[in-house]
Structure formats: C-alpha cells, structure tokens
C-alpha cells in the first residue's frame, strides 16, 4: 500500500467468495512506515485476525463472514478457475466484525491452484477414478498418488499443486464418487493395486516405484499401500492412524480388521461442536493387534507428519507408535514432522485454517484443533519439506 500519510493507522481486509456463494473474510491492522508506505511482507499487524510479520495471514485466516453460516471450510472445488480474493484498505483499526471505516483504495488478487500448461486428465482405468495431472514438458515425473480423507470424493487441489512443482499427480478419489462405494464400509486394497500399477507404467512417469500422500483416512491407506504394494516407495503420511480404522481392509485372502468409533466416548460441548478425540479405540489394547498395519514389512521410506493439537484423534500417538514399530524391527526408513499448535488437516501453505468444521459424513462441527499462526506456519514448511521428501525418494 502506496500513499498513506506516516504512521497512518489502516485496517487491511480480504473478501473471497467460495462457489457457493458463502462470503470469507478477515482483516488485521497495520501503520504506515515514515514514507506513508506499507509492505506485508515486512510490517507487523498490530491487531485483528493475527499479528505479526505474516505475509500471508489474510489468507489464513479467512473465516466465513458474520452472517454465514460458521465452521464452513474455504477449499478449491476447481482447479482450473483462480480463487478471486479482494483486498481492501480501510481508514482506522475496526475490530473483526465491527464495520471497518471508508474505502481507501482496493484490488483483486487472484490465487491459481494449476500453473499454465498443467494437464488434467478425468480417468475412468479399470476400477480406477480420479483426475491426473501432469506437468507441462516432456518427462518424465516422479509419480505420486494424492488421497484425502473421510469427507470422501474427489479433492484435486493438492494434486493440482503437485504438478504444478513438477510431479505427475494421481487424484484418487476411494468412495463417494461417480460408481464407487457411496460410503465407507469396508475396502479392497486391489482397487489402490490398480491406481499404482497404472501410475508407475504411464509413459510420462519416472520410475521404478510411485509415491503416496495421504490425509486421515487416505494416509493410513498410504500406510497400508507401501506396506502390501512394491510399487509404493514413499509415503508421506499426515494425521494418520497406525491400525487400519472403520473399514475392513481386504487384500486376497488377508484382512486387517477395522478399528472402531466408540460413539458414547465423543463429547460435545455448550455451542455444539463435537469432539472424537477420545472416541477411536485403543490401537495398543492387545485386542485390537489385528488392525495394526504391519509397515516393518514396507521395503519404502515415510515421512509422518502430524499438528501435536490435533483434536480429530490422537495423530502424535499414532506416529510415535508406527515410529516404535519400525525401530523395534531395525529401521529407519522414517522422517517425523511433528508441529506444537497445528491442527488436524495440514493442507498446502496458506490453505484457511478452520479449528471447527463441518463434517461432510456426519453433518455436524467437529473440533480439529490447532491455533491459526502455528498451524499456518505448519502448512509452510511441512510443503517443502512434503516436496523434498518426495523428490529424494522417487528420483
């Protein structure tokens, strides 16, 4: 910002609209330098939705607006079209919420998840769905498989993403659309077989073997998948459970049981946000060794990465028990990421953070946990070191 007078106190604010219409906001206070100027990338807020040298908190922190309805998320349904936020500079420090004073001046900054020249492919493969995506150029890329978690169908953002930093990114979507499983009831692990098979064999990926990312539910898949498959030599694995949970796992004749939710152990507090956080059987109670997926067998490296005030369920635990597991076998394929202060949901850098939000199966808020600055900061640096990770391990 341009043309302030010195020291003139100015509240910055974002405004995005998802494609639903919901509006998102936030805002955070600044003074100009003794040039009447002001930089985000080297002046601290003073107050608003976070404070500091953030270059990128108005992004973070965009919450759905006062009259929407809360606990919504602001994610990328589409790839192809940019996120259009409007930045505005306001006269004075007005608090969230409060109405800010008059207009001083405003733009439109558009945020793309897929760089130009990113192809993405709908894939109807065998049993296979998704989309994939594939870098500008010849190749060939290292190839990564991209899964998310209970919410179900397909998210392509972090795909997109990927490619756009140079991997050939697989999307793969495992219920909840078009002619798969509309729930998740139990799994066949056959269905990921195929997915990798024909990742490792497309003619612009690098091989030998194939990568995998995975949130929640989609990384204890991750687990299970370099475990059971030798097209899988990496995994990054984030906020995930070591036992498989909720759906029987099935590959041939082997099954690994699924852990189960315990319902009368999720509690809810005043405002009606539900919390699990205690509600996942206990992966070390001996009856439960069934479910635990046995990694010492992956040939593959992992990366853990986990937010220490992850509310969803015990994601430090579980990463802390993989990491006993493979040590007791005399490996040290692993790398743990662990953050103080993020949450559940570790997305790409500058993904709005969201401490409550709906849940898509369940229809009602449950808690992530996290604290906005620490978790964003997680979201940064987990990025590149997710990127490092997979380069060093697929060539």
């Known amino acids: 910002v341009a043309g302030l007078g010195p020291g003139q106190p100015v509240t910055l604010r974002a405004v995005a609209a998802d494609e639903r219409g919901c509006l998102f906001q936030s805002c955070a206070h600044y003074r100009a330098d003794g040039r009447g100027e002001l930089h985000l990338g080297t002046d601290a807020s003073h107050g608003g939705d976070y404070t500091g040298v953030e270059p990128m908190g108005l992004f973070w922190s965009l919450a759905p607006a006062g009259m929407e309805r809360p606990y919504q998320r602001l994610l990328p349904r589409s790839t192809g079209t940019p996120m259009r936020v409007e930045m505005l500079v306001h006269q004075g420090h007005s ?82 659309f078009e002619d798969l499983p509309k729930v998740m009831k139990e799994f066949k692990l056959e269905y990921f077989e195929e997915a990798a098979r024909f990742l490792q064999r497309h003619p612009k990926v690098k091989g030998p073997g194939v990568g995998v990312i995975g949130t929640g539910k989609g990384a204890e898949l991750a687990l299970s998948m370099i475990t059971f ?42 405002t009606g946000v539900f919390d699990t956080f205690e509600a996942l059987d206990d992966p070390m109670n001996p009856a439960n060794s069934p479910c635990t997926i046995p990694i010492e067998k992956a040939e593959g490296h992992f990366l853990l990465v986990v937010g220490e005030d992850d509310r969803m369920w015990k994601s430090s635990l579980y990463a802390d028990l993989a990491i006993g597991r493979l040590r007791q076998h005399g490996k040290e394929n692993f790398e743990l990421l662990s953050y103080p202060g993020a949450g559940h949901r570790i997305d790409p850098p500058s ?26 900061h997680a979201q940064e640096h987990s990025w590149g070191k997710i990127q490092e990770f997979l380069r060093l391990h697929l060539g």
């Open 229 to 270: 498959l030798p097209e899988v030599v990496a995994a990054v694995c984030i906020s995930g459970c070591s036992s498989n949970t909720v759906a029987d796992l099935h590959y041939g004749e082997m099954t690994l049981p699924g852990l189960r939710f315990d319902m009368n152990k999720v509690s809810v507090s005043d």
């Open 95 to 176: 608090r969230p919420g409060a109405l800010p004073g008059p207009v001083m001046a405003k733009a439109e900054v558009e945020r793309w998840f897929t760089a130009p020249g990113v192809r993405r492919i709908r894939l109807k493969e065998g049993g296979v769905r998704g989309s994939l995506f594939l870098p500008p150029g010849d190749g060939p890329f290292p190839g990564v498989i991209d899964m998310y978690g209970d919410e179900g169908g397909l998210v392509e953002f972090r795909s997109s993403l990927l490619a756009t930093r140079g991997f050939a990114a697989l999307s793969l979507p495992y219920f909840d």
């Open 351 to 376: 993904t709005p953070f969201c401490q409550v939000a709906v849940d898509r199966v369940l229809g009602v808020p449950v808690l992530g946990g996290g604290e906005s600055k620490a978790h964003a």
